[in-house]
């Protein structure tokens, strides 16, 4: 079935460090591609999204690239800050079927 | 415009007993979801309707685990008898059109449920 791999945490960076967040998926057909994003004490929201092969989906500097021929979509951000510690989450849709990964907590430290 | 709204935020019980959750949508959201998050793993979609019909029920525990949105807006959740294993937090999500893909998913805060 489909599922959703991502690297495990907790990451631990330095401000302004460059940060990546393996994701890998299994899923047949063309899924669109997420990250979401869980601050501490607050609800999932989503922070980037790409919906086919190629696209490169952004958000507060956050950047993921939809790679099928490796089937990815590692999440990067070139300068993290404080404000960025959270849990991360990749997830899928594959014919209105969702499957998310088990979570990359980060800490960023000043 | 408020968001996705959750209540009780927490809840105790003991095993076997009854529990209910509760979620109010985003306003005109046609499309609402319940997800299990257990501890260190990520959401798992319980049930997904469109209006007032089930789209997906695929991994709802049907023997002890319910869902119903009688009007097409606000849904609960119940779980009869509870289990040890079912201690995790309940999401409830909300989005405009069940559009694959293109939708986005807005979360509610979640209701964490322990169970003793």
């Known amino acids: 079935g489909d599922s959703v791999t991502q690297m495990e945490g907790p990451v631990t960076l330095s401000e302004e460090a460059f940060l990546t967040i393996n994701c890998t998926y299994t899923a047949t057909g063309y899924p669109s591609l997420f990250w979401y994003v869980q601050y501490p004490g607050e609800g999932l929201q989503l922070l980037l999204k790409a919906t086919k092969a190629d696209d490169k989906g952004s958000n507060k500097g956050f950047e993921a690239t939809y790679r099928k021929e490796t089937t990815s979509f590692h999440l990067e951000k070139g300068s993290v800050q404080v404000s960025d510690s959270a849990v991360y989450f990749c997830a899928l849709d594959n014919f209105n079927k969702f499957y998310f990964g088990s979570g990359t907590k980060l800490n960023v430290k000043p | 415009e408020a968001g996705v709204a959750q209540s009780p935020r927490y809840k105790i019980i003991e095993k076997r007993q009854s529990v209910a959750f509760w979620c109010n949508p985003i306003s005109g959201h046609a499309t609402l979801y319940w997800y299990q998050q257990i501890l260190g793993q990520g959401p798992k979609l319980l049930i997904q309707f469109q209006n007032n019909g089930v789209v997906d029920d695929s991994q709802l525990p049907k023997d002890r685990f319910s869902a119903e949105r009688l009007k097409g807006v606000d849904s609960t959740l119940k779980i009869q008898p509870a289990k040890l294993e079912d201690s995790a937090v309940y999401l409830c999500?909300?989005?405009?059109?069940?559009?694959?893909?293109?939708?986005?998913?807005?979360f509610g805060p979640g209701t964490r449920l322990t169970v003793l």
């Open positions: 999500a909300s989005s405009l059109a069940a559009q694959s893909g293109t939708d986005t998913q807005y």
